[in-house]
């Protein structure tokens, strides 16, 4: 069992940055491909970017390649999500996802889910 907690979300202006976070609890981290996603009101789940077990793999949505950046601490049993030159349409309930079988963008492959911080981008 991986409980996630995320935080880090807020109100920014376009153009600006917020870095999030997801603290995971067990002491199995390092054996689950962590996943960002994001649901904006009235459409559905989507992926943002997963990072494989060590880090050392990562993959990103089309839509946020080269402005956002995924990373994790294993030490720390931490996920962070760096997003930065934020847009509108950026604004979102972002999750945190774990899963153990595969490094995948499905959501309903991922096991475990955090509760989900708002993020709101101003134009």
């Known amino acids: 069992q991986v409980q996630l907690v995320e935080s880090g979300g807020g109100l920014v202006q376009a153009g600006g940055s917020l870095r999030l976070s997801c603290a995971a609890s067990?002491?199995?981290?390092?054996?689950?491909?962590m996943g960002w996603f994001r649901q904006a009101p009235g459409k559905e789940r989507e992926f943002v970017a997963a990072?494989?077990?060590?880090?050392?793999?990562?993959y990103y949505a089309d839509s946020v390649k080269g402005r956002f950046t995924i990373s994790r601490d294993n030490a720390k049993n931490t996920v962070y999500l760096q997003m930065n030159s934020l847009k509108p349409e950026d604004t979102a309930v972002y999750y945190c996802a774990a899963t153990s079988q595969v490094f995948t963008t499905t959501p309903a492959l991922y096991d475990y889910w955090g509760q989900g911080t708002q993020v709101t981008v101003s134009s």
């Open positions: 990072i494989s077990w060590g880090g050392g793999t990562t």
């Open positions: 067990g002491r199995t981290f390092s054996s689950y491909v």
